[in-house]
């Protein structure tokens, strides 16, 4: 499956628009029979580790976050970030298939959603062809 690359607005009005891999997923958890989802577009990120999403979809799934394993992140900043981790299921938009990943979520993220190397990369591959403004994801067996 085929994405392009969507150009984002910078704080300035004076720089040029950043063009970003943003790919349109549907993110659920199981809670208890019934199974709630979110439609998400999130940034394929190979630098991080793992998939990080803000609070707010975390509630929109039903998570009790504060339930979750609590684990610290750190960015390129120095900064740290205390996030809750589930497991969620990631679907890709136009892919028949869903994964099973460990998720951070945490509050106060600039970010809706960011998926990450642990689970996601391990399970399609990614290419990301900037010059051309596509990213392409394909299932690995």
């Known amino acids: ?5 969507i150009k984002i607005p910078t704080r300035d009005p004076r720089r040029k ?3 970003r891999p943003i790919i349109p997923v549907i993110l659920s958890a199981q809670k208890g029979v019934v199974a709630r989802s979110v439609n998400v577009d999130a940034l394929l990120d190979s630098g991080a580790d793992k998939c990080l999403f803000n609070a707010e979809i975390g509630e929109a799934l039903g998570l009790e976050l504060e339930k979750g394993e609590r684990e610290t992140f750190s960015g390129i900043e120095g900064g740290r970030l205390f996030v809750f981790i589930h497991e969620v299921y ?4 136009g892919i028949d298939r869903t994964i099973k990943v460990e998720a951070g979520f945490v509050r106060g ?3 809706s959603a960011i998926v990450g190397q642990d689970g996601f990369f391990d399970s399609f591959r990614v290419s990301f062809e900037k010059d051309r403004n596509i990213i392409e994801i394909k299932c690995v067996s």
């Open 1 to 5: 499956m085929k994405f392009r690359y």
């Open 17 to 19: 628009w950043i063009s």
């Open 90 to 93: 990631i679907q890709v938009a």
């Open 109 to 111: 993220l600039n970010i």
